[in-house]
């Protein structure tokens, strides 16, 4: 089934936003739509796909708003939904710009349709094309012969526009981008600067696209939706976007021995490897540290929590806790060495509990027994982290090893993550193990090992020989195969 995709916008001043928000989010689930719609007191702006006829309803529904009678909007297929859920916001602009006194809506710029700049172009008039969009978008596709002003957001327009040539104030400009919308306010702000002949291209590129096809326009449009590029017949074009470094990648970046889906593209390669490179030394320089000197194994302190329950209020800690945790611990002792407390501050044996009330036990010096920590890095990415555990290392926190243990090896080297094991060693077993960076990646993980699809092999050492450990499995993120092979004496 074809989804039908729609732009569009309109400036004019709207009340009660809050309300319109609620009645156009209502509306768009109960028709199945997806998108987003921006809603301002300057107006309206919308990007949203779905069945025809739940567009359609739409855009009667949006014409029906008070100011919004003239709404109008560009219309492009596409075979899938390209967006992922839909969002109703309330911003302070429709279209991010930062400059006071900007009205399109009372003081709009002259517009020039696109037949007649098809015709201007056609004649060779003297006019000049000023492209108002960032700059990734530019190099995607433009205007023949269009200028341009190297933005990295729409927000830097009117710094940049500050070193225009002052010429250009007499010269007619025909500014344009994607639907429109920008060029409501980079034109009137360029009028209010002194330039004379100031024309905006009425419904951007695509209407441009939909009524003169290609003539004078080189490359694609991007938009800012899962179909990345447009060409002249308003249909996706293939070009992709790097998940890395959102460069545009077309149809010939993508055979390019550098593109590496999902990964990085021919402009982020170098880079990315780079920084992937130093984080893989700095990790397993970390892992050398870590055997050198398990945390474990230095003695350490920690607070045991004591939730106080409620049957207790009112009751102090002298007289309560020998009934709540037994004779084993002199309590009245424990208060006069400061071992309990409330907020790390020390409590007396006569405080008088409150139920509810969050207590600490600080509990005595602990070493924990020793481990074989020479833990190996095989592999890092985004997704998961691949280690061999030497035999004699436990794998999770358990009795006593809370710190001399694989997982938390791992998560004091790449906090804030809590990397997750995605198979269980024993013990005093070596092998590999597969960690998941994220929760939902570690739920990839878990489904593909019940499918079966995370393999390990061993091959058992005898009369001295190594020990041979392999893991097989496709990667969570892009499914390409993946094997690790590790040999320990």
């Not at 596409?78 to 839909?86: K, L, Y």
């Not at 306010?185 to 441009?208: H, T």
């Not at 009795?399 to 906090?415: E, H, K, P, V």
């Amino acid at each position: 089934m074809t989804t039908t995709n729609i732009s569009g916008y309109r400036f004019a001043a709207l009340a009660d936003l809050p309300g319109l928000k609620d009645r156009l989010a209502a509306h768009c689930r109960a028709a199945e739509l997806r998108g987003t719609i921006l809603l301002g007191r300057e107006g309206i702006n919308l990007f949203v796909a779905g069945s025809f006829a739940a567009i359609v309803g739409l855009i009667a529904e949006v014409r029906s708003i008070p100011g919004m009678e003239g709404f109008e909007a560009k219309f492009s297929p596409s075979t899938d939904q390209p967006f992922r859920r839909m969002l109703v916001k309330i911003r302070k602009e429709i279209i991010a710009f930062g400059v006071p006194g900007i009205d399109p809506a009372a003081r709009p710029c002259p517009t020039v349709s696109a037949v007649e700049l098809k015709q201007w172009l056609d004649e060779g008039r003297d006019v000049t094309l000023l492209d108002t969009r960032n700059d990734f978008e530019v190099k995607l596709g433009t205007f023949a012969g269009a200028e341009s002003l190297g933005l990295d957001h729409f927000r830097d327009f009117p710094a940049a526009a500050e070193a225009l040539p002052d010429e250009w104030k007499q010269r007619p400009l025909v500014l344009f981008c994607t639907g429109g919308i920008r060029c409501e306010k980079a034109g009137p702000l360029l009028v209010n600067r002194g330039f004379e002949q100031v024309f905006q291209l009425d419904g951007g590129i695509l209407k441009y696209f939909e009524e003169c096809g290609n003539e004078h326009y080189r490359g694609e449009c991007f938009v800012f939706d899962d179909r990345v590029g447009l060409n002249a017949t308003l249909r996706e074009s293939g070009t992709l976007q790097c998940r890395a470094c959102r460069a545009v990648v077309t149809a010939e970046g993508q055979v390019h021995p550098r593109y590496q889906p999902g990964v990085s593209c021919p402009a982020c390669a170098d880079a990315i490897a780079e920084r992937t490179a130093k984080a893989f030394a700095e990790h397993a320089a970390a892992f050398r540290r870590i055997a050198e000197a398990p945390p474990g194994s230095t003695p350490y302190r920690t607070l045991r929590p004591i939730l106080v329950p409620t049957e207790a209020a009112g009751r102090t800690i002298a007289d309560c806790f020998k009934d709540l945790f037994g004779a084993s611990t002199d309590w009245e002792e424990e208060c006069r060495l400061g071992h309990l407390l409330d907020r790390q501050q020390p409590l007396q044996a006569d405080h008088r509990l409150a139920g509810g009330e969050r207590l600490f036990h600080r509990q005595p010096w602990k070493r924990e027994p020793d481990v074989n920590a020479d833990v190996t890095l095989l592999h890092e990415d985004d997704a998961i982290i691949v280690v061999h555990k030497p035999a004699l290392l436990p794998l999770r926190p358990s009795g006593a090893f809370q710190r001399n243990c694989l997982t938390s090896f791992l998560r004091s080297i790449y906090a804030p993550q809590k990397p997750r094991p995605s198979h269980h060693l024993d013990a005093d077993v070596a092998g590999i193990i597969v960690f998941a960076r994220t929760a939902e990646i570690a739920r990839r993980l878990q489904a593909g090992q019940e499918r079966g699809d995370l393999v390990l092999t061993y091959q058992v050492g005898v009369s001295g020989s190594s020990d041979v450990v392999q893991v097989t499995f496709p990667h969570p993120v892009d499914g390409n195969p993946m094997t690790f092979r590790s040999e320990r004496g």
